[in-house]
């Protein structure tokens, strides 16, 4: 913000030189004097803004540039003014409302930065700005970098400068300057409570104060956030939005509460939905928000709902969709009405993406060939990032064939992207998969499966669970029962290692592991040990009995009272005896477990007592009854 001279009273001077001595406490106390002797003096107003804003009272400061405003609206130094005046007050909503009263925001901002002082310190920090706005990080990074060496540190200048690396995706970089800005906010303002709600104390809402904003915290907090949350260090992330300074939620900025949606979408779906609608409605919102809450209803499934919001938000489709996404979210959603039409609408978007992607390969290998280290390093960005638009939208195809149980197909698939997808861990594990379920390619599986399992192997409980159980079935149908074997000791190790450093963590690996193989013995029609298989998998049941071992568990039940039902099998009485005896414990243990997890918008909500263990157990047990013809 700079001073524009006006002279319409005597007392300018004095005050003039107050300003440059940054005695800015002295002449606040003349102007508001001289503005009591002259009502809305324009020069009074316009230097008492100045000091104002100068000393950090961006409420005072904010008052005088929107009379100002009103009184001489053709001065557009005035509506830029109070639009700052307001963003230091963090009234971001009003701020925002501001900037439109200006004529032409952008161009308006740039004229006014050129105008400056050269040697003037806020023109470096105004430049850094502008040159983020237009995407140019680093040289917007210098900027910073400059300004904060020549003025020592302020907060908002580092996370400027960790906004820079983030775009640049130097996550390091960024992380080192949030660590600073989070470290000398807790030294030096214990009392804005850091960490603390991660700890579990209870602390009262710090409120969204002057002190809170110039410490930067929310902005750092928020950003580490989102590092983590890139670096898919999901527990990480949540913990970062937990250690900013407790707010109430109606105290919260749009970027918290949109993170706190994204971020916790996997627990708590049904806030997350709400806080990104409500959002959507707030002028302004973050922009990403309109993109996350359409892919986010097509990760739930709720396809119809996407849809309404496209459609009643046409006008942000333009502005907050890239051409790529608004293309691949129209194919999606077509492909729930229509999948032969979106098929051929993905089959050309990955025509122009594979493409891209050769004639950046060959730009890879140009750098390599003339050791261009700078050339090498943007074309390889360039590659992954194509390779990330690439893999959803063969993904998205796949399904269209999975959903109907052509294996085949979604193999050819699969098999005519190897030459860019080879080295994906998603396309991998999804070649995996569909050579697992076509039943006669299980040692293809393999070679598939292994690679993923032991890149992790010393931490072996980060793997799914069910990739681990179909190699494990993959190994018992090529007869590598050794192998197989191995592997669930491996398992079985950690779980106990888990049990012994937390013995109330519920740990379902292993027991995954065991009903998978035990349903494979059942679908090969050998229920005497497939389901001995599957009951021994659940001791003990108050650490194995849980909403995904249970779905296992009744498939392999309901299959076997069918075959029952039926006569094409006769168990024998002691078998029967298990079962029920099975299903006894897991009514007696299943009452707090649900027996499905519930779409979180579902407009009709299971009765709460149907929808546990207990009771679906107690309906199996009901069954074998009738059909065994045993009265209780």
């Known amino acids: 913000m700079t001073l524009t001279p006006i002279k319409d009273g005597e007392y300018t001077a004095t005050v003039y030189k107050m300003i440059k001595d940054a005695r800015y406490g002295d002449a606040i106390h003349i102007l508001s004097t001289e503005l009591q002797k002259q009502m809305k003096s324009r020069a009074a107003l316009s230097l008492l803004g100045y000091c104002y804003y100068h000393v950090q009272d961006f409420s005072n400061a904010a008052e005088c540039y929107e009379q100002l405003t009103q009184l001489h609206p053709e001065v557009e130094d005035y509506k830029l003014y109070y639009a700052q005046s307001l963003y230091g007050a963090c009234a971001f909503q009003d701020a925002m409302k501001a900037t439109f009263l200006l004529d032409s925001p952008a161009s308006h901002s740039k004229a006014l930065v050129e105008q400056l002082p050269a040697d003037d310190l806020d023109t470096e920090v105004d430049h850094g700005c502008l040159l983020y706005k237009t995407g140019e990080y680093e040289k917007a990074c210098a900027k910073f970098t400059a300004a904060m060496q020549v003025l020592g540190y302020q907060p908002d200048l580092a996370y400027n400068i960790a906004l820079c690396h ?89 970027v918290t509460l949109h993170n706190q949606a994204l971020m916790n979408m996997d627990t708590k779906p049904s806030e997350g939905f709400e806080k990104l609608a409500f959002l959507l409605q707030q002028n302004p919102f973050p922009p990403v928000t309109f993109g996350n809450l359409i892919l986010l209803y097509c990760k739930f499934e709720y396809f119809d709902l996407a849809a309404d919001v496209m459609a009643e938000n046409a006008h942000l489709t333009y502005k907050f969709l890239s051409p790529y996404l608004y293309e691949f979210l129209d194919a999606l959603l077509t492909s729930q009405t229509a999948p032969e039409e979106a098929f051929r609408k993905l089959d050309e978007m990955a025509g122009r993406l594979t493409e891209q992607l050769r004639k950046v390969t060959k730009q890879v290998q140009d750098s390599r060939r003339a050791r261009d280290d700078e050339g090498l390093k943007k074309s390889v960005e360039d590659y992954d990032q194509l390779l990330e638009e690439y893999i959803p939208v063969l993904m ?50 393999i070679g598939f499966y292994e690679p993923i399992v032991k890149k992790h192997y010393d931490n072996i409980l980060n793997v799914s669970a069910i990739v681990l159980a179909n190699l494990c079935v993959s190994y018992i149908m090529t007869s590598q029962n050794e192998e197989a074997e191995q592997l669930m000791r491996k398992i079985e190790k950690e779980e106990e290692q888990i049990s012994y450093n937390d013995p109330d963590k519920k740990v379902f690996h292993l027991c995954i592991v065991n009903l998978v193989i035990g349903t494979l013995y059942c679908a090969k029609g050998n229920y005497d040990f497939g389901i001995s298989r599957v009951i021994k998998s659940l001791e003990p049941y108050n650490k194995k009995l849980g909403t995904d071992t249970w779905f296992y568990i009744k498939r392999c039940f309901l299959s076997l009272l069918e075959n029952m039902a039926k006569h094409m099998i006769m168990l024998r009485d002691s078998v029967v005896q298990d079962c029920v005896q099975f299903l006894e414990h897991c009514e007696l243990y299943g009452r707090d477990v649900p027996a499905v997890i519930e779409q979180p918008l579902e407009e009709e909500r299971m009765h709460i007592g149907k929808n546990t263990v207990t009771y679906e157990a107690r309906m199996l047990k009901a069954l074998f009854y009738e059909v065994i013809g045993w009265n209780e």
Not at 209 to 224: C, D, G, P, Q, S
Not at 399 to 427: A, G, L, T
């Open 396 to 445: 998205v195809q796949a399904k269209i064939y999975w959903n109907r149980e052509n294996y085949n197909m979604v193999e050819k698939i699969f098999r005519k992207s190897v030459e860019f997808c080879n080295e994906h861990d998603m396309w991998k594990l999804n070649v995996a998969h569909v050579l697992f379920m076509q039943e006669n390619k299980y040692k293809e599986a």
């Open 166 to 254: 983030y775009s640049l995706k130097q996550y390091a970089a960024a992380l080192k300057y949030i660590g600073e800005i989070i470290e000398r906010g807790m030294r030096e303002h214990p009392e804005l409570g850091v960490g603390m709600t991660t700890e579990g104390i209870e602390v009262k809402s710090v409120g969204n104060t002057l002190v809170l904003h110039e410490t930067a915290l929310i902005e750092a907090f928020n950003l580490k956030a989102a590092i983590e949350y890139q670096l898919k260090k999901y527990d990480a992330a949540q913990e970062a939005l937990t250690d900013m300074p407790p707010r109430s939620e109606e105290e919260l900025d749009p």
